[in-house]
């Protein structure tokens, strides 16, 4: 009796066990993308908008979550060098950023990320 109450324990836990593991795979797989998605939400929302003027402090403070997700980006996805090196290009195509610039800083931010797609896409 006592070894059919283990057998379905055990059946129990590698059910649990395998739709974990699987679980973390699908994560795995959609992290790039949602990454890329945070990123381009976040680089639009730099775009100026009419009637509304620049506030250099907003600014910063988007800089600052695009520098955080652009350290994310080799390790969401396949961590190569060439990766590694890529995104530090973008992490340093974010600065200078500031209102009186902001055309121009935020043509060179979008060239450095269309540089690391026509490379590793
Ligand atoms: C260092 C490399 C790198 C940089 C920099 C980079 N990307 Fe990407 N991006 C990728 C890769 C790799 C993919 C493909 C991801 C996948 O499909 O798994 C991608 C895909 C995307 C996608 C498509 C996502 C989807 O749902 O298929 C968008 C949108 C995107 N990137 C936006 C941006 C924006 C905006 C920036 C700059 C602010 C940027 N990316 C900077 C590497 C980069």
């Known amino acids: 009796m006592r070894w059919i109450a283990l057998l379905v324990v055990g059946i129990f836990m590698g059910v649990l066990g395998t739709t974990t593991s699987l679980s973390i795979v699908a994560q795995q797989k959609h992290y790039p993308r949602a990454l890329m998605t945070v990123m381009d939400y976040q680089l639009r929302s730099l775009a100026p908008r009419k009637a509304v003027a620049c506030d250099p402090e907003q600014l910063q403070a988007r800089q600052a979550r695009l520098t955080l997700l652009a350290g ?47 490379q590793m896409r």
């Open 72 to 118: 994310d980006i080799a390790l969401a996805t396949d961590d190569s060098a060439q990766m590694r090196s890529l995104a530090g290009d973008f992490a340093a195509a974010l600065t200078p950023l500031s209102c009186a610039s902001l055309d121009r800083d935020l043509a060179r931010i979008a060239e450095s990320c269309d540089a690391c797609h026509q």
